[in-house]
């Protein structure tokens, strides 16, 4: 009897490891308003799209992708894409690099946007990759990595010509189409991502913004329908229109948004009204959306150092940015991330490591 109870760890162990090596296991972590979503495929290979903040939150938010890493039971990173450059999607890369091996280092290519920050940065990336593999990827490479299609859809500015294989029929939502102003920052240069596992397909575009939205998916939706949408730029509203949120009739989103940024009404409204979506999971309780635009809290992964007893309905406006602006709530504790394993038939699986509520969409028919 002693001897099988010394064996039970290590049963349970080998029973959870051959679970998890039959599904594509996905992360997307808190990283407080900026990006890191973590991708860990059947056969064990990963890759991590973003590595969070820097400066002073470096330390966190590495801190947050490793534990990610430690629980999906790997020990290196074989990829790591980095959207674009900006702060809250590179930021945490030298401290993480410090502290995990990165096999290849990939991006879009030169910064459009000059920021001393960004600039200091550049100067140091070349060392980061200097031993691993270093790849600027356009519209229509593949990344291999077995048992996936991975594939970029958006670099540099570009998009995927030819559509998605089952993709391409025109885009209804094209004709009410409004353009935005001209988005010349390093957004618009997002490397975007879809990506196939068997009948499961999910899509991550980083901070790609409204206008770049309608020149990949009008006339034709290049990109056709996915199961799981990884909602665009931390749900803002200079993101996110219909002809994308609408079009790709995604059966659930996972925004990963601060405690304010994203989630905003305008934002909410075109998300919550998406053809075909049952749910929408939420990184933080934004107060951008108050009660009357955000979900149910069981959806929502993370609170606030310190929580309030009670959201407000109506949503806040952000204060304009300088000096006398009040800060948005702080959260530097225990962080939580949503989890979702998926599976070869479409099945996935979304789960609230806060809460640990779980829900299981099963293949539509
Ligand atoms: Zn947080
Ligand atoms: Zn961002």
Redesign the pocket.
């Known amino acids: 009897m002693r001897g099988w109870l010394v064996l039970l760890p290590l049963i349970i162990s080998f029973a959870a490891f051959s679970a998890a090596s039959k599904t594509l296991d996905i992360y997307v972590i808190d990283v407080e308003g900026?990006?890191a979503t973590l991708f860990v495929s059947p056969s064990g290979e990963s890759l991590l799209i973003d590595t969070g903040n820097g400066g002073n939150a470096a330390a966190r938010d590495a801190g947050r992708i490793m534990a990610a890493m430690k629980d999906a039971g790997i020990q290196q990173l074989d990829h790591l894409i980095t959207t674009h450059w900006?702060g809250?999607?590179f930021g945490g890369m030298p401290e993480l690099a410090s502290k995990v091996t990165i096999k290849e280092f990939i991006d879009h290519g030169d910064n459009v946007q000059p920021a001393q920050a960004t600039d200091d940065f550049l100067k140091t990336y070349p060392q980061l990759y200097g031993k691993a593999k270093h790849t600027v990827v356009k519209p229509g490479d593949k990344i291999a990595i077995s048992g996936l299609e991975w594939r970029i859809v958006t670099s540099a500015g570009e998009h995927i010509i030819a559509p998605i294989p089952g993709a391409g029929r025109p885009n209804p939502y094209c004709a009410t189409f409004k353009p935005q102003e001209v988005d010349k920052s390093e957004n618009a240069q997002s490397v975007g991502s879809h990506v196939t596992f068997g009948k499961f397909r999910v899509l991550h575009l980083g901070?790609l913004t409204w206008n770049k939205e309608f020149d990949l998916m009008c006339p034709q939706n290049r990109l056709g329908t996915v199961d799981l949408w990884i909602v665009s730029?931390?749900g803002q509203a200079i993101s996110n229109s219909e002809v994308l949120a609408h079009a790709i009739q995604a059966r659930a989103a996972i925004m990963n948004n601060g405690t304010r940024k994203g989630g905003q009404p305008d934002a909410m409204k075109i998300i919550h009204s998406a053809p075909g979506l049952e749910d929408l999971w939420q990184i933080h309780f934004s107060q951008l959306s108050g009660q009357e635009y955000t979900v149910p809290g069981m959806f929502i992964a993370n609170t606030v150092d310190e929580p309030q007893n009670a959201m407000p309905v109506a949503p806040i406006q952000a204060p304009q940015p300088g000096p006398g602006a009040t800060p948005a709530p702080v959260h530097n504790g225990a962080a939580y991330w949503i989890k979702v394993s998926a599976q070869q038939d479409g099945t996935f699986t979304v789960v609230n490591a806060r809460n640990n509520f779980s829900k299981t969409y099963k293949p539509r028919t």
């Open positions: 900026g990006n900006h809250d999607h901070d730029h931390h």
